[in-house]
């Protein structure tokens, strides 16, 4: 890419994030994804920050006014009501949920990865003057939502998620045997809104939805009450992708922490417990960390892009590197969602194959730091060369590069900016 004129496409880039832009907070793209969600927004954040500080700031300030007072941060905040999207805020019901508090932001009663701290570091210290007068109210905001994490998700040590969606990674085959274990009873009648904007098989199965309504209604019923929850929900698994961006932002808080003179114990705390979490998600069989269902103790046997963000987490392992470079001899673009050798792999649908730049951003960022040069830079440049000659769409086939969900994405611009482009290097985005 050393000769390629990158100037065309950080313009389009930036008009893209222009064009998701709804005063204050991004959509992911119009049409599919009409509202504010929680991790594309931090995304949406890095990418402002190559251009705009000010406005990467307000996008993580207007995410936190979403913050419910039990310190969960949700995962969709629907700030206007778009009738283009299912479900909206009348599925969802959490108007009286336990943890909401004071908060008068309609959203969902589920979290994503917590890449927001992390993300807010990295844009602190692209500009620290500019900086420092947004990140200190949002600090203690931002040491309540993982105070939260810790609390309510993280009893292992490793982070679960009680509902495919809050890994981002919505219908991965990690949840598989969980997902396998619910059966569909009660779901009221819906209309899926996805596939009328997006090809149907480029998206979860009918299955697939049936069960996420179903987790909805559950949690709905027992008004969000984490307790609950954790107690009678079949659907428990802990997350690699929720575990090591809780892991990265636990390091990153940590540092925010020492740069504000505030005590660092309570965080030192949470990253020992962290790293022993993330011991039990490896999978010696498969050779890569891997999702476990608590509810059976039995791994997925899932080699995935969230397996390798063991490096972004901070952990300096080479176990998984065997089984790294497995991936990346296979794929002619790197890196797939799912093993391109694997029982499930289908490279076009949506988390079960296709590769996604944001996880490509977050793994390769984290190899670089610990080393893993070249695996970072075929990382970069794969995703560099799937943007510039498919465009910025939600995701790609890792065989022949094909274009898949979404158009004129936010987060894909954003990392395109801050990461890809061959003119970052520099700034918020900077290796
Ligand atoms: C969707 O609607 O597909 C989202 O991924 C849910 O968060």
Known sequence: MRDFDAAPLDAEARRILQLNDRGGYTVPTAG???????WDSAFAA???????ISRAWAEIETLLTGQWDN??????????????????PDVWGTETALGRGTCSVPSSGISQPPVLA???????RADPAAGRGRLVPL????????????AARAETGAVVITHPWEAGRDNAPDWDEAMAGIEPLGVEPY????????DARMRPTKEDYDRFIWLVQFARDRRWDEAAIAAESPFRVADPTLTFTALRSAR???AMAHELGEDEAEIDGWITHLEAGAETLWNPETGAYDAKNLRTGNFAGSVSNASFLSWWGGLADDRPRATLARILGQSRHAL???DPEGPKFDSLRYWRGPVWAVMNFMAANGMAEQGLTEEAARIRADTARLIVENGFAEYFDPTDGTPAGGATFTWTAAVWLAWASPSAGTGAGGR
Request: proline residues 9%; charged residues 15%; positive net charge.
């Open 191 to 198: 209309t899926r809104r996805d596939t009328s904007h997006v």
């Open 252 to 254: 990153d808080l940590k």
């Open 32 to 38: 599919l994804y009409p509202y504010q969600w929680n």
């Open 46 to 52: 890095l990418g402002f920050a190559s251009f705009d």
């Open 139 to 150: 600090y203690p905001r931002l040491l309540a939502y993982h105070r939260w994490i810790i």
């Open 71 to 88: 310190g969960m941060v949700p995962h969709i905040l629907f700030h206007r009501t778009d009738p283009g999207y299912f479900p909206g």
């Open 336 to 338: 797939p969602s799912y």
């Open 118 to 124: 992390s993300l807010a570091w990295r844009i602190y």
